[in-house]
C-alpha cells in the first residue's frame, strides 16, 4: 500500500506542476490565473476524499475531514501551493497532497476533532515581495497594508485579489482562533542535505530559523568612465563589491547563513560609472540571538566600508521572523511514529527555510515532518523525491493524525 500512495502522490504532483505560468517549468504565484486552475483541482481532489471544501478570504484553498461529534479544537495540516519562479513540484505542494492521501485514506475512520487540510496560497512571496501571506491571514497576522503593495506590472494586491473573485475588505478577517484549532503539522521537503546525508526517508524539525530581510541602498556619484580617475570616484558598486564580500565572510564564520540575492545598479550603463545600488540582505539563524548579533555586527562594518568609501548608505529591514521551536511532544510524537515505520530512531534537525508552520506558531503547537530530497536541491526544476520516502512520510502523517487523538491537550513550549 506505502509504495502505491507514494506513487498516487508523485503522479498528482506531476499534474499539478501543469498549473504554472512558464510553457517548459513551473511558476505558480499569487493570485494568478495558475493558482485558481491549482487550487480548483486540489478541491475536485479533496471533494474525493470525502473533505468538505472551501476556498478562504485571501484565497486559501481548505478541505475538511468532518468529525460527527467533535469533543476537541480543529487539527489542521498544510503547506503552501505557490511557487518560486522556474520551482521544483515539491515544495510545499507535497505537504498538501500528503495531507490530502492521508485524509483519503483516514475517510472512514472516527476522530474526536475535525482535521482540516489547507493549501496556502501565498507562501513564497514572489509576486509582491511580502512572504506567507496565506498563513498570515489564517493566523490573524494579515495587515491591511499589503493590500496596497503592488506587483511589477502596478497591480495592487487588493486590486489582485478583486480580479480573482475575492472580497479585499474582508482579508484576513476569517483568522482562526487559538482556541478553535488543536495543533498545525506540516510535512514539507527537507531543502537541505541533512537527511540524504544521515541516510534518513523522513526526519522530525526541532524549530525554523529566524530569518531577517533589508533593503539596502548605497549611493555614490554617477560619471563618466572615461574622464574620472579612480581616485576622485565615489562608485557605488565597488563599494558594495566590498560589502558582499564582508557578508560572505561573515557567514563563513559565524552561526548564521547570510546572502545577497538582488542587486539593481543605476544608472546600469556601460560607459558610468554606478552611482546608486540597491540590493538586498537576507539573514538566517536557527538561534535567535545570533540572528540579532550579526545583524548589528554586519550593519556596523558595511557602515565602515559606506564611511571609508564616502558612500551613503542606508538600509530598510523589509522582513522578519523571529526563530520558532516546534513544540516538543509534537517533536516527540513525530519520532515514534518514525521509528515505527522506518525502524531506526529518528533524525532531528532544525529548518533553515521559512515554513507556513512558523506563522500557524502564532495560534497553535507546530509539529513538521521533512522528506529527504536528492541532493537537498529545491527551489530548482531539479527537485526530486523518491517514491518510498514519500510512502514513508504519508505512513508517518496517517499514524500521526491518530496519534494527536489519543492525547488530551497538546503540551506549550
Ligand atoms: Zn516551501
Redesign the pocket.
Known sequence: MTQGSGGTILQKADQLASFSAMENGLTRAYLTPEHKQAHQQLADWMTEAGLEVWQDSVGNQWGRKLASNPTQPTLVIG??SDTVVNAGKY??NLGILLGLEALRQLQDIELPYHVDLVAFAD??GVRFNTTLIGSSSVAGCFQPAWLDIKDDNNVAMGEAMLDFGLSPELAGQDARSPEEVKAYLEV?IE?GPVLEDANQAVGVVTGIAGAKRFQIAVKGMAGHAGTVPHELRLDALCGVAEMISAIEAYGLKYNVVATVGKCEVKPSAVNVIPGEVNFSLDIRSAVQQDLEQACTELFSQLEAIAHRRELQLSHELTYQAQAVPCDSKLQQQWAEVVEIQTGTPASFLASG?G?DAMVMANITDIGILFVRCEKGISHNPREQVNEHDVGVALECLVEMIKRVSSQDTVSST
Do not use: I
Open positions: 503547506s503552501h515544495d510545499g507562501e513564497e514539507h531543502q527555510a515554513h
